[in-house]
């Protein structure tokens, strides 16, 4: 099956940085690539889609200025959390689209704000 | 009312239970509907597409109602490796797609 990355797996960081997260996908293109957000015992939120070469699209509440994604390639894209706070403690996963009915998902990246 | 809601679960049910999981949908026009499976501190796997007409992978059957907006899934001969959150997920025109809340299943021996 199509395999999709993301990097760093974890990461802790201070509260005010900024972190960055990698999502590629490595067998296959995808003009479409998705980012989620899952806080505990709740489910994948959607928070934005983002297709190669042109801005992404956020979801109603998600703030663009603090969510960056820049899907620069067709094989990656990345999300950045720009000045991180403890409330943006979650699991943060990506998914990419090889054909229309199927998404892959990465592995996720856990971030924690301290 | 939120766009996919599934059963509050947990179920407890020992092995070789037969299990049912529903779901509804509160956008009609969704194209597209899909079980996934999710792990503990892991990312979603899709288990399996629903169909109109229903289908069957083994132990597990998945009917959709498109009148009703509802989904099931149906898991026969419970193993304790089917332990996991399923998901209830639909698709709608711009490929974005809805999860449910999950509901998370416990196979015990």
């Known amino acids: 099956g199509a395999v999709v990355s993301q990097h760093p797996s974890w990461v802790i960081c201070k509260s005010g940085t900024s972190v960055k997260i990698e999502c590629r996908s490595l067998?296959?293109?995808?003009?479409?690539m998705f980012w989620y957000r899952q806080f505990p015992k709740q489910s994948l939120m959607l928070m934005a889609t983002?297709?190669?070469?042109?801005?992404?699209?956020?979801e109603q509440g998600v703030e663009k200025d603090k969510f960056l994604i820049n899907h620069a390639s067709l094989t990656l894209s990345t999300l950045t959390v720009t000045s991180a706070h403890p409330e943006d403690s979650s699991f943060y996963i990506c998914?990419?689209?090889?054909?229309?009915?199927?998404?892959?998902f990465g592995p996720g990246t856990r971030l924690t704000v301290l | 009312r939120k766009e996919v809601e599934q059963d509050p679960g947990p179920f407890n049910v020992p092995e070789g239970a037969t299990v049912a999981f529903n779901c509804t949908y509160s956008?009609?026009?969704?194209?597209?509907f899909f079980w996934y499976r999710q792990d503990c501190r892991k990312e979603p796997k899709l288990l399996m597409s629903?169909?109109?007409s229903g289908n069957e992978d083994g132990r597990f059957t998945a009917q959709l109602n498109r009148a009703s907006q509802y989904i099931s899934l149906l898991i026969r001969d419970s193993k304790l490796s089917d332990s996991a959150t399923y998901l209830c997920?639909?698709?709608?025109?711009?490929?974005?797609?809805?999860f449910g809340a999950g509901t998370r299943l416990t196979v015990k021996p």
């Open positions: 998914s990419a689209t090889r054909d229309p009915d199927t998404q892959y």
């Open positions: 067998d296959f293109q995808a003009t479409t």
């Open positions: 983002s297709n190669e070469g042109s801005k992404a699209t956020y």
């Open positions: 956008n009609s026009a969704s194209q597209s």
């Open positions: 629903v169909y109109s």
């Open positions: 997920v639909v698709k709608g025109n711009n490929n974005d797609m809805r």
